[in-house]
């Protein structure tokens, strides 16, 4: 059993090198760390890339109703089996199964997990025939499924089946090193989402990223930079843009420094603009400085000049 807990760039080394091994992964991570990402990274460097990815979250589906999504049902074998239907095991046979929070399986289906895992074979719920289904098992966690086999929760059996490799995908506030190229990725992908001209991330706002704790992890920063790239006046996201809790924390006291240099030019000039409607002239010799070097800033900051209410501009 291979366990790593440091940083992200050994988690997806370790994913690239289990691959393309035919062998099951346990993926063990918070919620909202990457556990999916990592999932899928496998699936497309294995040699079944080609193949369905068929993921079911073992959580959301009530016994009877997970049994038969994994194992698939026969005509008749309750009320709504209206006819024959293929399971997860059939349909992922050439390809790849994803097992969601698979610690939350009944002591019941974790028996037929376990059967289906050993004899390469399963039975349609309501089926006295056997058929062969041999999907690779890929299953995630966020939860200690060691401690819930001392607990007597979990088979003890299953999880050596499932854990032949193990995988801890790091909450990210032990990755911080991370944070500044997953904000610029995200906000790459925003910026091509809303159409927007978003070129990076405010020093300030990078700060306060840089200092919240991340209890929701990759999924909260993905929704925190986004936020920001909705709300962002300019090419760069700021500290104003971000969410409000990120910069209230520790007794509610802001962590951002105001002393971001930049930042207070570019509010002064959007000031200055707005309340002399746009003409910019005017604002330049408010803010005393020339209109050429009015002009720079403006395309530099990318702030948007109020239309003009006459005059010169
Ligand atoms: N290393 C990464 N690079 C780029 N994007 C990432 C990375 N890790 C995670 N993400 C993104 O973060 C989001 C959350 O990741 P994912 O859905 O894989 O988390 P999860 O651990 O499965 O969450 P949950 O426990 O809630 O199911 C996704 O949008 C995913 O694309
Ligand atoms: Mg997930």
Known sequence: MVLVSSGMRETLELAARVAPLDTGVLIFGESGTGKEYVIRLIHEHSSRAGQPLVSVNCAALTETLLESEL????????????????GLFEVASSGTLFLDEVGEMSAGLQAKLLRALQEREIRRVGSETSIKANPRIVAATNRDLRSAVHAGTFREDLFYRLAAFVIVVPPLRERREAIPALAK?????AAVRFNKDLQGIAPDAMRVLLDYDWPGNVRELEHAVERAAILAAGPRITALELPPELRLQDGGEPVDSGFDLEEHERVLIEK??????????????????????????????GVRVPPARGGTR
């Open 71 to 86: 194992f698939g049902h026969v005509r008749g074998a309750f009320t709504d089996a209206i006819r024959d239907k293929a």
């Open 185 to 189: 990725e995200f906000l790459q992908r």
């Open 272 to 301: 200055a603009l707005e309340q002399f409607g746009g003409n910019r002239r005017r604002a330049a010799e408010a803010l005393n400085i020339s209109t050429v070097t009015l002009w720079r800033r403006i395309k530099q900051y």
